[in-house]
């Protein structure tokens, strides 16, 4: 994929992460944030991403019942 090529929603969903992390390379940021003024969808997605990370930043682990927090951890590694 070239630097140049616009990027598609599927490919944002799989970028978001890093992202949000400041992780991307400039050129796949530059993609991103110019697919994301051109599409209302994408842009919603990531602000939800955002309030999403803020409200479970406010979570401890410790608050999480500890078979509940066993099925979450069972959830992320199956999705790998």
């Not at 990027?7 to 992780?23: A, F, K, M, P, R």
């Not at 991103?32 to 003024?37: A, G, M, N």
């Not at 842009?43 to 479970?56: G, S």
């Amino acid at each position: 994929m070239s630097a140049h090529e616009e990027i598609t929603c599927h490919e944002l969903v799989e970028l978001v992460s890093d992202h949000l992390e400041g992780l991307l390379a400039p050129a796949e940021r530059r993609r991103l944030e110019q697919h994301l003024q051109g599409c209302p969808f994408c842009a919603q997605y990531v602000v939800q991403m955002r309030q999403t990370i803020a409200a479970l930043g406010t979570i401890s682990a410790e608050s999480i019942a500890p078979d509940k927090r066993g099925q979450l951890l069972a959830a992320f590694r199956g999705r790998r």
